[in-house]
């Protein structure tokens, strides 16, 4: 059973920080150098000077930024920046976004504690593998700062909406903290103290699976902070703080609940053009020439979300700039080159891209690093927006650029529930979490 709590956010004092809109950030894994310089600039109290503080020269072990995230932190809790709520809440938290179609949209969920589970032991799924690198930077994170600085997002079925409605009704006759944040997107927070409301709620989860949308890598860092912890005697007691996590929960039946595209961005393989692509593809793929240039691919992109299924790919040669659908003829393939996985995860057009195309058809064209050692992979760049892949290409950044369809809620559940995990960046969920509406400490109730 899903192990869900009320908690006591520290919060900023708005009446010492301004505005909410100049202290909260993206989470820190989709910042940029340029946004990064941006944020920290807007207020000495934005999230980032503890979740995403500049690494300075001199840097060494014993000052680094990690200790500067955690000074700076006891500064903003000795100085009552940061403050701790008095009663333990449920924090209602909705984004107001508009989509590349144009359409507007607001996601709705909540902020409370989960209790961790390690995978594979309880009701809490990850569906996307993991990388080394980004745990361990969290990691050293948590031990610094002893909190929780922004949300894992968290999806649950509930088709009938009623863990929410509660809260619902709430917001309907309450008014909110609210935020911009740099791309527009409105996010609005209800701290909720009512205790019949969190009884509903949080009963209400009890019977349901969690499914992590994103922040796997926090997720998987605070399982292993929770067994440092434990092994030094601090986490003592199934309710410490140590054993819980901050995280959004989103019904996956909420309307405003979005699965956006990752396109890939190619390189590695010696530029090839449409011709060539369509050697090493065809014995495999259906192919349908589209056009040249930025207008087909908008074409080749609009013939995909016609479509509606795993089954199709585009791909752009930047070589001569032209574009082409690719329609899978030959599923079996990939159970012959992916066995020990489920058909869902087979069917996945991302799995059919690396498995398939990448790693098999398109590996004769990658160039060896020596004579004695076998080619590395293609190098892929990853990016959500058309208007991004148009750029890569126009300005010769790849080799080849995929539009690859999103996944379906559906798929998500079906392989997670399976205990596989889909291949990274198999999924974009828009808009991101802020980091910075509420944290969450690791050491106090």
Same mark, same amino acid.
């Given at each position: ?50 979740d995403l503080p500049r690494d300075l020269p001199g840097d060494h072990e014993q000052h680094n ?45 909540? &902020? ?110 605070? &399982? ?78 609009? &013939? ?61 064209? &990658?160039?060896?690093?020596a004579s004695d050692r076998p080619a590395p992979p293609a190098a892929c760049r990853y990016v959500?927006? *058309? ?15 995929? *539009? ?42």
């Open positions: 059973m899903a192990d869900v709590h009320a908690f006591r956010a520290f919060r900023y004092d708005l009446g010492r920080v301004g505005s909410l809109s100049d202290v909260v950030a993206p989470p820190y894994d989709v910042i940029d150098a340029a946004l990064q310089e941006a944020l920290l600039a807007r207020s000495r109290y934005n999230v980032l000077h503890v930024r990690y200790t500067r995230a955690a000074a700076t932190l006891r500064d903003w809790l000795d100085d009552r920046v940061l403050v701790q709520d008095s009663a333990r809440s449920l924090y209602a938290y909705e984004q107001e976004y508009q989509a590349e179609d144009g359409q507007t949209y607001t996601r709705r969920g909540f &902020l409370a504690r989960v209790r961790l589970e390690p995978f594979g032991q309880g009701r809490i799924y990850p569906h996307e593998q993991t990388l080394a690198g980004p745990k361990a930077d969290r990691l050293s994170l948590y031990r610094a700062t002893r909190m929780n600085l922004s949300p894992v997002f968290g999806l649950y079925p509930d088709p009938e909406g009623s863990v929410y409605a509660p809260l619902a009704e709430y917001t309907r006759r309450h008014l909110p903290l609210e935020a911009t944040d740099h791309l527009g997107v409105k996010s609005r927070l209800w701290p909720v103290t009512d205790p019949s409301i969190i009884t509903a709620v949080t009963a209400g989860m009890g019977p349901r699976p969690i499914f992590i949308a994103d922040g796997h890598h926090r997720y998987e860092t605070g &399982l292993k902070y929770a067994q440092e912890q434990e092994a030094l005697g601090e986490a003592r007691g199934d309710d410490a703080p140590q054993r819980f996590i901050l995280m959004m929960l989103v019904s996956m039946s909420d309307p405003g609940l979005l699965i956006m595209p990752t396109h890939r961005l190619v390189s590695g393989l010696g530029r090839p053009t449409a011709p060539a692509l369509a050697e090493r593809l065809r014995s495999h793929f259906e192919l349908q020439p589209v056009g040249t240039g930025p207008a087909a691919a908008r074409q080749t992109w609009e &013939l995909i979300q016609a479509d509606g299924t795993q089954a199709v790919l585009g791909f752009g040669t930047v070589a001569d700039g032209r574009w082409q659908l690719a329609r899978l003829t030959k599923p079996e393939a990939m159970a012959q080159l992916a066995p020990q996985q489920s058909p869902a995860w087979r069917e996945l057009a991302v799995s059919v891209l690396h498995r398939l195309v990448l790693d098999t058809l398109l590996a004769p064209l &990658l160039a060896p690093a959500h927006l *058309l208007g991004e892949v148009e750029q890569a290409c126009a300005a010769a950044e790849c080799e080849l650029a995929v *539009l690859v369809p999103p996944a379906t809620m559906q798929q998500v559940q079906r392989i997670a529930s399976n205990g596989e995990t889909m291949p990274p960046k198999s999924t974009y969920f828009y808009p991101k979490l802020l980091s910075g509406l509420v944290f969450n400490s690791l050491h106090q109730h």
